[in-house]
Structure formats: structure tokens, C-alpha cells
T-cell receptor, first 113, second 115 residues
Framework: AQSVAQPEDQVNVAEGNPLTVKCTYSVSGNPYLFWYVQYPNRGLQFLLKYITGDNLVKGSYGFEAEFNKSQTSFHLKKPSALVSDSALYFCAVSILGGNKLTFGTGTQLKVEL | GAGVSQSPSNKVTEKGKDVELRCDPISGHTALYWYRQSLGQGLEFLIYFQGNSAPDKSGLPSDRFSAERTGGSVSTLTIQRTQQEDSAVYLC?????????????FGPGTRLTVT
């Protein structure tokens, strides 16, 4: 079985400050890890993925994430938050490429002026 | 290019009626997925099609749910004898399914309300 935990329902950060959205996972085998963002009344948009290789992956809109195998984590980060980053963020995992995704419960990010 | 499209965007139906939800994946994508998003259950996998292989139906919550994919492209999710707990947003996604590109691209969803 595979699972994802996003321990924070909401993260608040001031514009211009760095942000971190936490994600930990549990799988049997090598994980394929993804971050998606959802704006109100919209579908999910792909941000970035880790399949193999460098532990630090860079994605859309200045976001990056660090894969940490020993801590089974894949935290999403951005050096300088924007108000427009405010949205719902989902971490997801699959155990095989192209297979179904298991999602976390989502973290609401609120960036304030 | 065009993204994943879904229709209808909203559907209101009476309990006990059947509904069909449609998904048009990105052209050339071999993999197609259905998920549903609800307040109580979050994002749940329903079913997955990959090429001509037998679909992975392991996420379908009951035998009232079924899906097909015709010609390796368009997919229809059918819910028979709808119940109020079926109310949710149904999301479709597609993926190239190649080794270098496993990310899934999602459509805008169909919001189903069962009254």
C-alpha cells in the first residue's frame, strides 16, 4: 500500500518570504513523487516531479522540491512567495511510472501582503 | 495544444438516475485516469486505462460505477442508480505514459450533485 501525509492543513506566509509545504510518503519500493496545485474551481496543475536522479528538482513558477529518502519526505519550497501562489497544494506518489496516484489531503497556502 | 476536456462541467441529477461523464484526453496520450474529489474523502483514484491493457478498476467504489475507453481515446464514466454520496467532482487525467514523462494532466472536472 502507498500513502502520503501532508501534516499541515494550512500554511500562512508573508509575500517575499520563503515557503515550505511538507509532504511525507510511504511506499514499498522506489517512489515516483509529484506536486500539483489547484486554484479555486479549477483542475489540478502539475508543478514538478521526482523520478530518479538529483534530489532537488525544479518545477513551474519557481517552485522546487527536495527528495529525502532517509526521511521519506518530498517538501515543496519556494525562495520568495507571491500572493498569486495562494492555492491548494497536493503531494502525490505512485510506485510505478504511469500508475495511479495516491494523493495527500492537501495544504492550503495563503500568501499575504 | 488542447488540454484534457470534460463534459458536462456541472451535472445535477436525482437520486436513482444514471449519469454519464465524458473525458477527452490530450491527443496521443496513451494513459487515462479517473479520480474523484470530495470534501470527506479527498482525492481518490477510481480507474486507469493504459493502451490496450485491461483497465485497473481497483478504485471503483461499487459495481454501480463503470468506465470504458473507446478507440484508445475518449472515455466515459457511468454511474448507475446514483446516490447522494456520489456527489463530488470527477476529475479525468491523461499521461503520455512514456518512461520520461509520467506526470498526469488533469481536466477541469465535472461537478456532480445528486439530489
Amino acid at each position: 500500500a502507498q500513502s502520503v501525509a501532508q501534516p499541515e492543513d494550512q500554511v500562512n506566509v508573508a509575500e517575499g518570504n520563503p515557503l515550505t509545504v511538507k509532504c511525507t510518503y510511504s511506499v514499498s519500493g522506489n517512489p515516483y513523487l509529484f506536486w500539483y496545485v489547484q486554484y479555486p474551481n479549477r483542475g489540478l496543475q502539475f508543478l514538478l516531479k521526482y523520478i530518479t536522479g538529483d534530489n532537488l528538482v525544479k518545477g513551474s513558477y519557481g517552485f522546487e522540491a527536495e527528495f529525502n529518502k532517509s526521511q521519506t519526505s518530498f517538501h515543496l519550497k519556494k525562495p520568495s512567495a507571491l500572493v498569486s501562489d495562494s492555492a491548494l497544494y497536493f503531494c502525490a506518489v505512485s510506485i510505478l511510472g504511469g500508475n495511479k496516484l495516491t494523493f495527500g489531503t492537501g495544504t492550503q497556502l495563503k500568501v499575504e501582503l | 495544444g488542447a488540454g484534457v476536456s470534460q463534459s458536462p462541467s456541472n451535472k445535477v441529477t436525482e437520486k436513482g438516475k444514471d449519469v454519464e461523464l465524458r473525458c477527452d484526453p490530450i491527443s496521443g496520450h496513451t494513459a487515462l485516469y479517473w479520480y474523484r474529489q470530495s470534501l470527506g474523502q479527498g482525492l481518490e483514484f477510481l480507474i486507469y486505462f493504459q493502451g490496450n491493457s485491461a483497465p485497473d478498476k481497483s478504485g471503483l467504489p461499487s459495481d454501480r460505477f463503470s468506465a470504458e475507453r473507446t478507440g484508445g481515446s475518449v472515455s466515459t464514466l457511468t454511474i448507475q442508480r446514483t446516490q447522494q454520496e456520489d456527489s463530488a467532482v470527477y476529475l479525468c487525467a491523461s499521461s503520455p505514459g512514456t518512461r520520461s514523462s509520467y506526470e498526469q494532466y488533469f481536466g477541469p472536472g465535472t461537478r456532480l450533485t445528486v439530489t
